[in-house]
């Protein structure tokens, strides 16, 4: 049931609001891009994007913030759409963007000390478990995140073939959909790799390559906005 009545020109203002917002997350979710051009000494094909912000890491304060920015924006961003024109399965999608917005704050006050994959010391001291408490806030929080992105991802999935809409939109979605999974499974078998010492899953690149997808996730709702915007 569509809880709105005919669309006014402030709904469509504020439609435009928040396709800019969503916008400015997707390009804030990939600040570890930057990775490519700074020189953060951390390999990507090993290294997590978290160990980026480590406190120890010569550009962490740029990459917390950029992850704090995208939270901040994205929340705002899930507040707005959660007073447009919607139905029950956006709004379960937008609900669970507001969780992802809150636990990527988070995730961003609650950061790594050190860079495990930088150096022997920092592994040596996460095995002896000296940051336990602060790796399992950063673990929890990081799984939180990824569990409202997925749960936003499925229902804007199911929204597009339930509520028909266009068929560009729907190919988009499942595309977004295949690419997460594909970047999950990748990166569940690597941490299990990495945990033995075998580099050969490549953990990095498994879980930049789940992010690209997060990242294409917020893109598509920004796309999703425009379309309803143009279509009421």
């Known amino acids: 049931m569509i809880t709105d009545a005919a669309p006014t020109r402030s709904s469509r203002r504020r439609a435009g609001v ?27 094909a090993r290294a997590y994007t978290s160990e980026l912000a480590a406190l120890d890491q010569p550009y962490g304060f740029l990459f917390r913030t950029a992850d704090l920015v995208t939270g901040a924006v994205l929340l705002v961003a899930a507040i707005l759409a959660l007073t447009l024109r919607r139905r029950l399965l956006t709004t379960i999608g937008w609900a669970a963007l507001g969780v992802f917005a809150v636990a990527t704050m988070a995730d961003s006050r609650m950061p790594l000390h050190c860079a495990a994959h930088a150096g022997a010391r920092c592994a040596a001291l996460e095995d002896a478990g000296v940051y336990d408490d602060a ?12 569990t409202a992105a997925a749960v936003s991802v499925l229902a804007f999935l199911v929204a597009a073939y339930r ?28 941490v299990d790799a990495d945990g033995r010492g075998d580099d050969f899953w490549l953990l990095g690149y498994a879980q930049r390559l789940q992010l690209l997808a997060v990242s294409g996730w917020i893109a598509y709702l920004a796309l999703v906005a425009a379309w309803q915007r143009r279509s009421t």
């Open 135 to 146: 790796r399992l806030l950063h673990e929890t929080t990081s799984a939180s995140a990824a």
């Open 163 to 190: 509520y028909g809409w266009p068929r560009w939109l729907r190919w988009s979605v499942v595309g977004i959909v295949a690419t997460y999974v594909v970047g999950t499974v990748w990166t569940l078998w690597a």
């Open 18 to 44: 928040l396709v800019a917002l969503l916008a400015i997350g997707a390009v804030t979710y990939t600040s570890w891009l930057l990775e490519l051009v700074l020189p953060t000494g951390l390999d990507p």
